[in-house]
């Protein structure tokens, strides 16, 4: 397998095709299967199951995202990206998410560490349905053919977007399940930073 982590140009012109399709397949496995199963656990209704499930998906997305940090950046043959066709809706599993999470949904995440140590409040439901939808714009790219357009939006959002909201996520579901099988009491009011 040749190496795609510190690449120069030169040779990463050699090695494109076949490497990146990999991780483009890869990554459009890892996108459906997060999807689906976010999608059933927002379903399900069942909440006492559902964060291990979340925590489970969620680590598995950021390993498999990882790879689109490491790799040098990816730039589509025609420079410009095509229609996607309409924008993923996720508003309905967005309100089954908060719905399910109650309480838990929300949290306290600090926005950029490296720019100031700004606490705002997220949720979860936003964080996973925003996750979803970046996951799906890159999945009618590479159902369409668009390979390499679909690992370009994919590195570009996981830089942007949905590596960071996966992350906190994480964060913030590994503190709600030490919470719970620990049995200290969740302070709500002290996770709002307003």
């Not at 598995?60 to 589509?76: R, Y």
């Not at 990206?81 to 399910?100: F, I, K, N, Q, T």
């Not at 949905?162 to 620990?182: D, E, K, N, P, T």
Request: aromatic content about 6%; hydrophobic content about 50%; overall charge negative.
């Amino acid at each position: 397998m040749t190496d795609t982590t510190h690449p120069s140009e030169g040779d990463l012109a050699e090695i494109a095709p076949a490497d990146l399709a990999d991780i483009a397949d890869d990554m459009a496995a890892a996108a459906a299967q997060f999807i689906n199963v976010v999608e059933a656990v927002a379903a399900a209704n069942e909440p006492d199951g559902s964060i291990a499930i979340l925590l489970l998906e969620l680590s598995g997305l950021l390993a498999s995202g990882a790879p689109l940090g490491a790799i040098v950046d990816v730039v589509p043959h025609e420079r410009f990206e095509p229609d996607a066709g309409a924008e993923p809706a996720v508003d309905r599993l967005r309100d089954a998410l908060r719905d399910l999470l109650g309480p838990a949904d929300e949290y306290a995440e600090v926005f950029d560490p490296y720019s100031g140590p700004e606490v705002v409040t997220a949720r979860l439901s936003d964080d996973l349905a925003d996750i979803v939808a970046d996951l799906l714009h890159g999945l009618a790219h590479h159902t369409a053919g668009r390979s390499l357009e679909a690992l370009w939006w994919w590195q570009f959002s996981y830089l942007n977007s949905w590596g960071q909201g996966a992350s906190a996520a994480v964060r913030a579901i590994q503190s709600l399940m030490a919470h719970v099988r620990l049995e200290v009491p969740i302070d709500v009011d002290a996770a709002d930073p307003a």
